[in-house]
């Protein structure tokens, strides 16, 4: 069976809710079923036909092709399954995803995989602010999973975040970390200000060394043998991240931020 | 059955059901690894006294442990799943997490999770970090010599304890000679240990005492000095009898580690002074698993 393809048919003025167009929904519909699902567009309600040509069948495989910025909350609570998305997406990418794997080609809006428990998500291009963090209000951001993002991330990457893997290979804006009550960051180039601000516990694992705050100290140079493990989990990624040769055990640690509770870490590659 | 000039007896070995489990110590060489899992295997021959049975299963390659380095694998064997489970973390508390450079990891993964590093991670006073790495749960414990990796669970699984065999010698050098090959053949064999030093049991054992508190005493039919008072199960040139006990994670397993081991003692041959080969039971009625020795050598 092949990959059942949402085709964008014309662009929206409004932002359109796609969370209705996941895996676990639309297993057993029928195709005519499928293209009378409603979508939030703004204050209005587009039939999903409307909005796409869909082909295709096989409902664990979803493409979302000629996507763009307006679309938000692809792949919400997804379960099982995998999306592609050819092209930009909106906010909320991922939000909440379960498990499965979500791809896309372009960049992310806002909140890309907030609070999400499992799986992989994937962004080829930028990322916008709260990427793995949490929904304003909630304590806790990503709780599982892995988010790579291959070019840059915003601000507030992992605010909050609980558990989990967030790689960037481009750069962070400021605030990366920050909340962060657990779980590892790594990031190939560089970060903006306030590094892991008010962050309780949890790694930073930095490629560049960051301005750190006044509330991080120095906890000096060492081996860490839980690195040469963390980078071989990468290995299956198509990534620089699971280039064996980005791989080192040899870091500096920076302990903080005391004006928290301190448990957490900045790892510096030396 | 004749083997070489020596004789198989037409008996066989009785063993139990035991928990069993597995872990992997890793450190900065080999050396290392060694004396934690030596440390951690040690006072470890009978569940009798010692609360379980333990041993090193074998030495690992960079490219089979889990953090690259080089690691040593041992199995710990006890009659419950609390027992070996209370054994496995005191051991690794006291033998793993204090020796340098050292990491332990789960040996087995499928099977009910015991804890392996899982309390020991209150070792760090709160400054422990926990990482979970391709869903398993790591916990990163600071210590002296910078960090104590320790995989947070391995799993229990069904085991068998209690296969063996007896070598009896026309003298205790041959005897003793002839365990040694078996054992080196018997190392080679996967998912078995042969818990008593070296692998070799002297001091086999039959069940009661004359004195009451006794449960165990030495076994007097195969004490060459007591040949002729006591009812003996040697034969006049009979000068020295030694016993291989194995634990094993199946029947299977230690079905073929017997065979080797039986098979190395044989190869030297009645010429070197191996007359018989024997197996300790109690009738049949208490163990389960019954290793007939002429089944195995057929």
């Known amino acids: ?270 | 059955m004749i083997i070489n000039g020596v004789s198989i007896d037409d008996t066989f070995a009785e063993a139990f059901p035991m928990k069993g489990t597995r872990a992997i110590i890793t450190a900065q060489n080999e050396k290392w690894a060694m004396i934690s899992a030596q440390a951690m295997t040690g006072f470890a021959t009978s569940v009798i006294a010692c609360g379980c049975e333990a041993g090193i299963e074998r030495v690992l390659d960079p490219s089979e442990t889990p953090d690259g380095r080089p690691g040593v694998s041992i199995m710990i064997f006890a009659m419950g799943g609390k027992g070996l489970a209370k054994q496995l973390e005191t051991r690794a508390g006291q033998c793993v997490l204090t020796s340098p450079t050292s990491a332990l990891f789960a040996g087995i993964d499928e099977g009910k999770q015991i804890p392996l590093g899982k309390n020991l991670r209150y070792f760090g006073d709160g400054f422990q970090i926990a990482k979970k790495i391709n869903g398993k749960r790591y916990w990163r414990v600071p210590v002296m010599d910078g960090e104590f990796l320790t995989e947070a669970t391995t799993a229990q699984v069904e085991s068998v304890g209690g296969g063996n065999f007896l070598v009896l010698a026309e003298s205790q050098p041959q005897a003793l000679a002839a365990c040694e090959a078996a054992i080196e053949e018997m190392r080679k064999i996967p998912n078995v240990i042969m818990p008593f030093p070296g692998g070799v049991v002297r001091s086999g054992s039959k069940v009661g005492s004359k004195y009451p508190a006794l449960g165990a005493s030495t076994n007097d039919a195969f004490c060459p000095t007591l040949k002729g008072v006591t009812k003996t199960d040697l034969s006049p040139e009979i000068e020295s009898v030694m016993e291989i006990v194995i634990d094993g994670l199946s029947k299977e397993d230690i079905d073929k580690a017997m065979r080797v081991g039986i098979q190395a003692v044989c190869d030297l041959g009645a010429e070197n002074g191996i007359k018989r080969i024997s197996a300790g039971n109690y009738g049949g009625k208490l163990g389960p698993f019954h290793f007939h020795l002429r089944e195995i050598m057929a």
């Open chain 1, 1 to 270: 069976m092949s990959a059942l393809t949402f085709n964008l048919k014309k662009r929206t003025d409004q932002r359109v809710d796609m969370s209705p167009l996941v895996c676990q929904k639309l297993e057993g519909m029928a195709p005519a079923d499928i293209g009378s699902i409603e979508l939030q567009c703004g204050k209005l309600k587009l039939r999903a036909d409307e909005l796409f040509s869909i082909s295709g069948e096989a409902t664990s495989h979803i493409i979302i092709a000629g996507s763009f910025s307006k679309l938000d909350f692809i792949g919400k609570e997804l379960q099982e399954g995998s999306i592609t998305v050819e092209g930009d997406v909106g906010a909320y990418l991922g939000q909440s995803m379960k498990s499965g794997r979500i791809h896309v080609s372009g960049n992310a809006g806002l909140y890309a995989g907030c609070e999400m428990k499992n799986g992989l998500l994937q962004v080829d291009g930028d990322a916008g602010d709260f990427v793995g963090a949490a929904l304003p209000g909630n304590k806790q951001g990503m709780k599982g999973g892995t988010i790579l993002v291959k070019g840059n991330a915003a601000d507030r990457v992992g605010d909050h975040m609980r558990r989990g893997a967030i790689l960037i290979e481009g750069n962070v804006g400021d605030y990366c970390g920050s909340r962060m009550v657990a779980g590892t960051i790594a990031v190939m180039g560089q970060s903006g200000r306030y590094l892991g601000y008010a962050m309780r516990r949890g790694t930073l694992l930095m490629w560049n060394k960051p301005a750190l705050p006044a509330t991080f100290s120095d906890c000096g140079s060492h081996t860490l043998a839980f690195l040469p493990m963390l980078f071989k989990s990468f290995a299956e990624l198509n990534s620089k991240f699971a280039d064996a040769d980005v791989a080192f055990n040899r870091v500096q640690r920076f302990g903080g931020d005391l004006a928290e509770t301190g448990k957490g870490e900045v790892l510096v590659r030396l």
